[in-house]
Nanobody, 118 residues
Framework: QVQLVESGGGSVQAGGSLRLSCAVS????????MGWYRQAPGKQREVVAT???????NYAGSVKGRFTISRDNAKNTVLLQMNSLKPEDTAVYYC????????????WGQGTQVTVSS
């Protein structure tokens, strides 16, 4: 089993920055894609950014140029640096990890609240 522990959420004014962290622990053979998703009140969960095991990144158009996803494979951690935050970035942010141990699995973090005030 794999557990994800997220940290770094909080409240910030528009234009500010936050950094989210997600640490992976447990028994796994390999971690494949890692990513961050978010869900605002009354909206569906959407992808924010993903990163492959090789370091290839993809971003939602709304965050491109402002957010940066990175991973530390030695520490089994994925980070999301969020700059120039906007009120519309307000949401619960979820870490997602795709991992393998005999089979392929998909695990979600518990979510961390990010609130951006104008």
């Amino acid at each position: 089993q794999v557990q994800l522990v997220e940290s770094g959420g909080g409240s910030v004014q528009a234009g500010g920055s936050l950094r989210l962290s997600c640490a992976v622990s447990g028994s796994f053979s390999v971690i494949n894609d890692m990513g961050w998703y978010r869900q605002a009140p009354g909206k569906q969960r959407e992808v924010v950014a993903t990163i492959t095991s090789g370091g290839t990144t993809n971003y939602a158009g709304s965050v491109k140029g402002r957010f940066t996803i990175s991973r530390d494979n030695a520490k089994n951690t994925v980070l999301l640096q969020m700059n120039s935050l906007k009120p519309e970035d307000t949401a619960v942010y979820y870490c997602n990890v795709k991992w393998e141990r005999w089979f392929r699995y998909d695990t979600w973090g518990q979510g961390t609240q990010v609130t951006v005030s104008s």
